[in-house]
């Protein structure tokens, strides 16, 4: 393992699509997703970081998800506004080859972002952008045995919301 040095600004692009999913997976929507990498990366570009291992995309996720958990507390501490359903517009996303995939997808990301915080996170972590167990323990600061524990404990849950046997 390496020792501390500076996120490269140019490589983050590396990551954009594995910090997107794990972002649509707290979030449970496309366009908040969307936003939190946007705010994400601007966070992280606002000032050089300095990283303390190889591990750019954990360091990542843990600003990305430090980021999710402001916003909450942010939406919490304001007033709620209330759309009328009358006022929704329907959409057709034409750019989705199969539709029944998509919304699958979508309810999927939906369970993920009810988990508890714990099983949510570990999930995001292996099985949204892909990290081993290890890098997993290391990005969320718990012990790999945590880490199998909780992922099997969330895999279960999510099986019983989506009512898979």
């Known amino acids: ?24 997976s707290l979030c449970g929507s496309r366009e908040d997703a969307e936003d939190l990498v946007q705010e994400t990366f601007a966070k992280v570009l606002a000032r050089p970081r ?3 291992s190889d591990d750019d995309l954990g ?3 843990r600003v990305l998800r430090n980021v999710f958990i402001s916003k909450l507390r942010t939406k919490a501490r ?5 759309t009328a359903p009358e006022d929704f517009e329907m959409r057709v ?16 990301y939906a369970a993920v972002s009810a988990l508890p915080p714990d099983f949510r996170d570990v999930v995001i972590a292996v099985d949204v952008v892909g990290l081993t ?27 019983e919301s989506l009512g898979a046997d």
């Open 93 to 108: 996303d034409r750019s989705s080859p199969d539709p029944q995939r998509h919304v699958e997808t979508a309810e999927l």
């Open 1 to 24: 393992m390496g020792g501390p040095h500076q996120l490269d600004p140019d490589a983050l692009g590396d990551h954009i699509d594995r910090l997107y999913r794990a972002a649509w």
């Open 78 to 82: 304001r007033p709620a506004e209330v």
């Open 133 to 159: 167990y290890a890098e997993a323990g290391r990005a969320l600061r718990v012990r790999e045995a945590t880490v199998t524990t909780r992922l099997f404990r969330a895999r279960k849950r999510l099986a």
């Open 50 to 52: 300095l990283v303390q």
């Open 59 to 61: 360091y990542l996720l």
